[in-house]
T-cell receptor, first 112, second 114 residues
């Protein structure tokens, strides 16, 4: 079993839909949780960054962390065709090397 | 906006040949990372530099891979000889420091080994 599990999709939604992307993890030492967006043939770019449990909102994006369930989510409101990309969750332990452990990514397709 | 530069963007080679990838991090970023991303998977760290020193190369297949960052700025990753299983995206990232700062990724080099 991998440390970080993420459904590869693809997830196909109509424009304007609310998108929910999720990851589960097994290492209870993970404290920092990140979401990256990766467009085709590009490198990942950091979208959201949260520490420990709770919610964080940035525009149309909301990140949630539930450490008791070892489950993190990224919500995208009013999804746009430009949101079509692969979304990678990543997490690191506190006090360690801070090298993120990535999920395999979920491919999101938002169709007009 | 400053970006991490990588070249070449695409490389096709035959197995047993040597290949080299180059990365120029964002100016002032002391920490540089090389990742390998197999299609459909997340990036996995190969090597991490702090300035010119290797901090972590535990996942680097040292029998065929080498990496250097001689002057603490740009970096080269080499594979010799290349094997079919090396086909992947090779990503370079940089950050101001290795503790808490955000990693910024370059566009990657897509390697295909025939």
């Amino acid at each position: 079993q991998k440390e970080v599990e993420q459904d590869p999709g693809p997830l196909s939604v109509p424009e304007g839909a609310i998108v929910s992307l999720n990851c589960t993890y097994s290492n209870s030492a993970f404290q920092y949780f990140m979401w990256y967006r990766q467009y085709s043939r590009k490198g990942p770019e950091l979208l959201m960054y949260t520490y420990s449990s709770g919610n964080k909102e940035d525009g149309r994006f909301t990140a949630q962390v539930d450490k008791s369930s070892k489950y993190i989510s990224l919500f995208i409101r009013d999804s746009q065709p430009s949101d079509s990309a692969t979304y990678l969750c990543a997490m690191t332990v506190s006090g360690g090397s801070y090298i993120p452990t990535f999920g395999r990514g979920t491919s999101l397709i938002v169709h007009p | 906006e400053a970006e991490v530069a990588q070249s070449p963007r695409y490389k096709i080679t035959e197995k047993s040949q040597a290949v080299a990838f180059w990365c120029d991090p964002i100016s002032g970023h002391a920490t540089l990372y090389w990742y390998r991303q197999i299609l459909g998977q997340g990036p996995e760290l190969l090597v991490q530099f702090q300035d010119e020193s290797v901090v972590d190369d535990s996942q680097l297949p040292k029998d065929r891979f080498s990496a250097e960052r001689l002057k603490g700025v740009d970096s080269t990753l080499k594979i010799q000889p290349a094997e079919l299983g090396d086909s992947a995206m090779y990503l370079c990232a940089s950050s101001l420091d290795r503790v808490t700062d955000t990693q910024y990724f370059g566009p990657g080099t897509r390697l295909t080994v025939l």
